[in-house]
């Protein structure tokens, strides 16, 4: 990091403590801060002690923040394997015993898949007017590097997965190559990216976009659904995994995925119906 | 059980972001501004790490906004909502500092 035009490097390298997006937005003005409390002088130890570990600090609430991304970088992945194998899981024969717990499983997660989607395409829906003014406003440029890196990643994902749909369905399952296992971690690998992307961009977005208080309480109950309804489609994946392959690996799936998904969701929902309802009730503009 | 969060996530008497909502109450100001009031008034001193640590989250959460400015140094004004965030959390420290003084007196009485 290389200290602006005139600015003592010395300041300048206390804000290499911070996250890039906050030395953008505050740096500047946070320099100059330092510059007055200084008065002149050179920065002591212990304000480079307190801006370190206030850097810090800052970092860690980025990561928390972005708590978000990871879990729909690995949701995501999942979600969409399920479905790219729903053509070969409608012809998969599970044991005449098991057979209505496959079916149940297939029909759980069309069901919930179609829920999940609709919910976050209700919550995209809820911000349409204001970034449609966003984007009339001259906003485009401000997310376009964003929309450009996550709409390039999906074109590299969506052709990954179209690979394995290919190759699955010429294949059987006793015949899966090496190849075939590298193909599935490189696609999960680039789905993984593509939904991370997505995610930031959405969450970038929002923020420029200036949304009243109500619209965001509804939009965290609304991907807070549209999540819980996503870990319903992954139980109901391992069900049907351990309907069509009878033995303990994929009992033993089930049994620690279910409830591991359904804590996930609770804990989730929960957390998005406690902040919602402190947005919708708090005090101000609504 | 979890206690109830105070109005606007606000905590304590010597919170920075109350400190700074407190500060910005009388009238926009700037970071270096903000710390020479909050140094005055509350006799605590915020150093520019935490200071603009609650700068950040108070702008996060909408209670307060930057103004325009030519100058690096960009004042800062508190929001509606912050004004009302301002508000309940002190109604919330008079309550308790009431009760506090309130079971204080009988002692005194004592004494």
Redesign the interface.
């Known amino acids: 990091m290389t200290a602006p035009e005139g600015r003592d490097p010395a300041l300048s390298r206390l804000l290499r403590w911070y996250p890039r997006a ?1 030395r953008e937005r ?1 740096g ?7 510059e ?2 200084l008065n002149g002088g050179a920065p002591t130890a212990r ?1 480079r002690l ?6 810090l ?2 970092r860690g ?1 980025q990561v928390r923040r972005e708590a978000d991304v990871t879990t729909w970088s690995l949701k995501g992945p999942i979600v969409a394997f399920i479905f790219a194998d729903f053509p070969l899981s409608l012809r998969a024969s599970p044991p005449p015993a098991r057979e209505w717990l496959a079916t149940g499983a297939l029909d759980a997660e069309l069901g919930f898949a179609a829920l999940g989607g609709g919910a976050i395409l209700a919550s995209a829906l809820l911000a349409a007017p204001v970034f449609g003014r966003f984007l009339r406003a001259g906003g485009w440029p401000r997310i376009r590097r964003r929309v450009g890196w996550a709409a390039v990643a999906t074109v590299a994902a969506g052709g990954a997965l179209a690979w394995t749909v290919l190759a699955s369905a010429a294949e059987t399952f006793d015949r899966l190559s090496g190849d075939y296992a590298l193909g599935i971690v490189v696609t999960g690998l680039l789905l993984a990216v593509a939904f991370g992307l997505w995610t930031r961009t959405a969450i970038s977005t929002a923020r420029h976009l200036g949304l009243s ?1 109500r619209i965001r309480a509804a939009e965290k109950v609304l991907v807070a659904v549209g999540a819980a309804a996503l870990y319903t489609v992954m139980s109901a994946g391992l069900c049907f995994n351990a309907a069509i392959q009878p033995g303990v690996p994929a009992l033993l799936l089930c049994i620690a995925g279910i409830p591991a998904f359904a804590f996930c969701a609770t804990v989730n929902l929960r957390r998005a119906v406690r902040k919602g309802r ?1 947005l919708w009730s ?4 609504a | 059980m979890a206690a109830r969060r105070p109005a606007g996530g606000l905590r304590r008497a010597n919170d920075p972001p109350l400190l700074i909502l407190i500060s910005l109450a009388e009238g926009p100001k700037h970071g270096h501004a903000l710390a020479k009031d909050i140094e005055d008034f509350a006799k605590v001193k915020l150093g520019p790490g935490a200071l603009y640590g609650a700068i950040t989250r108070l702008e996060e959460r909408r209670l307060i906004e930057p103004m325009d400015s030519d100058d690096r140094r960009r004042p800062y004004r508190i929001t509606a909502a912050g004004s009302a965030a301002l508000a309940g959390a002190l109604a919330d420290l008079r309550r308790i500092t009431s009760t506090g003084l309130a079971r204080l007196r009988p002692q005194g009485d004592l004494a």
Do not use: I, K
Request: no cysteine.
């Open positions: 906050w505050y500047d003005e946070f320099l100059a801060t330092v007055d409390v304000l307190s801006v370190a570990w206030a850097g600090r800052e609430h208080r402190r708090a005090p101000g503009r």
